[in-house]
């Protein structure tokens, strides 16, 4: 894979995410769905705020670090999005939401995150694999 390869698909992996989180959030909000302090710092840094980083570092000479903190954010986001729609019962939980107009929209967005963070996961770790081919 070339390095305009693998700047491409970490380009549209994280853009494509950030539009998701950007109508997740919406979803939250609309149906007043509120995360603790820990959870908002969380999705700030390891959701929306590391997978821009490590596309600024893809267009750099650091295009390792920026694969490998996609890697690490994009598989922090999956886990955490799916212990909380899935996994622990809460009103973030997508079949205990609060009613309202908004829970399809969080629901198809919950199911697109699930998707976007798994391809990010895959982007990452397929571009490090042939980067560290090439490097041999």
């Given at each position: 894979?070339?390095?305009?390869?693998?700047?491409?698909?970490?380009?549209?992996?994280?853009?494509?995410?950030?539009?998701v989180?950007?109508?997740?959030?919406?979803?939250h909000?609309r149906?007043?769905?509120?995360?603790?302090?820990?959870?908002?710092l969380?999705?700030?840094?390891?959701v929306?705020?590391?997978?821009?980083?490590?596309?600024?570092?893809s267009?750099?000479?650091?295009?390792?670090?920026?694969?490998?903190?996609?890697?690490?954010?994009?598989?922090?986001?999956?886990?955490?999005?799916v212990?909380y729609?899935?996994i622990?019962i809460?009103?973030?939980?997508?079949?205990?939401?609060p009613?309202?107009?908004?829970?399809?929209?969080f629901?198809?967005?919950?199911?697109?995150l699930?998707?976007?963070?798994?391809?990010g996961?895959?982007?990452?770790?397929?571009?490090?694999?042939?980067?560290?081919?090439?490097?041999?």
């Amino acid at each position: 894979m070339t390095t305009y390869r693998r700047r491409a698909w970490v380009t549209i992996a994280v853009l494509v995410h950030l539009i998701v989180v950007l109508f997740h959030g919406t979803a939250h909000s609309r149906l007043r769905v509120e995360l603790s302090d820990w959870q908002q710092l969380y999705v700030f840094v390891v959701v929306m705020l590391a997978p821009l980083l490590a596309l600024g570092l893809s267009f750099m000479r650091y295009i390792r670090t920026g694969l490998w903190l996609l890697l690490a954010s994009m598989l922090g986001s999956l886990i955490f999005g799916v212990c909380y729609h899935y996994i622990i019962i809460s009103p973030d939980h997508v079949t205990h939401l609060p009613s309202g107009e908004a829970r399809s929209l969080f629901r198809v967005t919950a199911l697109l995150l699930l998707i976007t963070e798994t391809s990010g996961t895959a982007v990452a770790g397929i571009a490090l694999r042939a980067a560290s081919k090439r490097r041999k």
